[in-house]
């Protein structure tokens, strides 16, 4: 039976980089349905928003999608389609694993962490008030009436939102990864010595979840000390948990840990859907040169294999990718030892070389 997957090849460089992972997926031999369905600045202009409701609609149908990344124009009260994709679809966790691969230019070897972020809540809620609004004036007299705080209306506010549920659900979901994954270790990053009640409130639930999984070491960082030990001892690591804003910023640390965004993957993960994408956005400076490397997008393809249970085929397109990489020859400007390097390929030209690599 082949798979029904939804296509989104998002904006940017999205569409480039999702031709060429359609590419090396359907070279497995793995049969697909494609629904391809248009997410981005594209459907702004025609629609009026970036993720017209028949995306959802479609992923809600075939259960999982493989999505290119959509750009967000910063500041301009525009929701992200991602965050909003991410929270209709109720997509609660996002699994980014940093591996290194031979060939890949790191400053470290074996590295293989995940991090697991919290994906519907915290800082990413959406709760905001812009100032000068009716709404922004209430609030303001709420926290004056509540609290010893006399805000400036010259301000905007945004709601750090945690709670026990979804704080649970994502600590149970990395040791359960954990567990069904042979890693050792779950290790819960907050800032609970300054967000006392927020970060206080997740760290006291991860270690209540903690207590269920006396097979798997429980340990918790405080996320500044944590950039400083990924950078200094990463090797000490192995599945870390976070709340939606630390486990963004600490995600793109480890890509930049492994050799860069070009390489680092993503899913986002719910009780009924999956969504596969990269962990970098739509770099769009670049969008239409062939120039920005697919291979963090064939990577999340590697993921989407394994979800769908397409054990051997995920195997076959992880070889032929770290074959690539290894031998350095068609790989995109971000792997070279200099970014304009003359021998580098483009993204069309990776998807060939890989494709030929799996019909070997
Ligand atoms: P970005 O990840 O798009 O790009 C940052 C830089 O990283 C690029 O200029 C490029 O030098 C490098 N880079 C990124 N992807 C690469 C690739 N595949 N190959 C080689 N080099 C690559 O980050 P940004 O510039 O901060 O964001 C651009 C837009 O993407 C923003 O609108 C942002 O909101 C959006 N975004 C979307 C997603 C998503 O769709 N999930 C994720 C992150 C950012």
Redesign the pocket.
């Known amino acids: 039976m082949p798979h029904a997957v939804t296509l989104i090849p998002?904006d940017?460089?999205?569409p480039e980089?999702t031709e060429a992972t359609r590419r090396v997926l359907e070279a497995t031999g793995v049969k697909f349905v494609w629904d391809v369905r248009r997410a981005g600045a594209e459907m702004l202009e025609k629609y009026g928003t970036v993720l017209p409701d028949d995306v959802i609609e479609s992923i809600k149908r075939t259960k999982v999608g493989l999505?290119?990344?959509?750009?967000?124009?910063?500041g301009r009260g525009q929701r992200?389609?991602?965050v909003t994709l991410r929270k209709k679809l109720d997509l609660y966790a996002n699994l980014r694993p940093a591996k290194t691969y031979p060939g890949l230019r790191s400053r470290y070897e074996n590295i293989d962490l995940i991090i697991v972020r919290e994906n519907t809540e915290d800082l990413y809620a959406g709760i905001e008030f812009q100032r000068g609004t009716p709404e922004h004036e209430e609030i303001l007299e709420v926290i004056s009436r509540c609290t010893s705080h006399q805000l400036d209306s010259n301000s905007a506010l945004s709601v750090k939102y945690i709670t026990v549920a979804a704080t649970r659900r994502i600590v149970r979901f990395a040791f359960e990864y954990a567990r069904a994954n042979g890693r050792r270790k779950v290790t819960a990053v907050h800032k609970a010595n300054i967000m006392r009640l927020s970060d206080g409130l997740f760290l006291a639930t991860a270690h209540e979840v903690a207590k269920e999984f006396s097979d798997i070491q429980f340990e918790d960082r405080i996320v500044d000390n944590m950039c400083m030990q990924l950078v200094q001892k990463p090797e000490l690591y192995d599945v870390l948990v976070l709340p939606n804003l630390y486990g963004d910023i600490i995600s793109d640390l480890s890509a930049g840990l492994i050799g860069?965004?070009?390489v680092a993957p993503?899913a986002n993960i719910g009780s009924q859907c999956a969504v596969f994408?990269?962990?970098?956005?739509?770099?769009?400076?670049?969008a239409g040169q062939n120039?920005?490397?697919?291979?963090?997008?064939m990577f999340s393809g590697v993921m989407m294999l394994r979800h769908l249970g397409e054990r051997e085929a995920a195997h076959r397109l992880e070889r032929a990718l770290t074959h690539i990489i290894a031998e350095g020859k068609y790989v995109?400007?971000?792997l070279k030892p200099r970014p304009d390097d003359p021998t580098s390929v483009g993204t069309s030209q990776v998807a060939d070389a890989v494709i030929e690599r799996l019909h070997r």
Do not use: Q, R
């Not at 999505?67 to 910063?74: M, Q």
């Not at 994408?277 to 670049?286: C, D, L, R």
């Open positions: 998002g940017g460089t999205g980089i999505k290119g990344p959509i750009t967000t124009p910063v992200s389609a991602n860069g965004l070009g993503g994408e990269p962990v970098h956005g739509s770099a769009p400076k670049y120039k920005v490397n697919p291979m963090a997008m995109t400007y971000d």
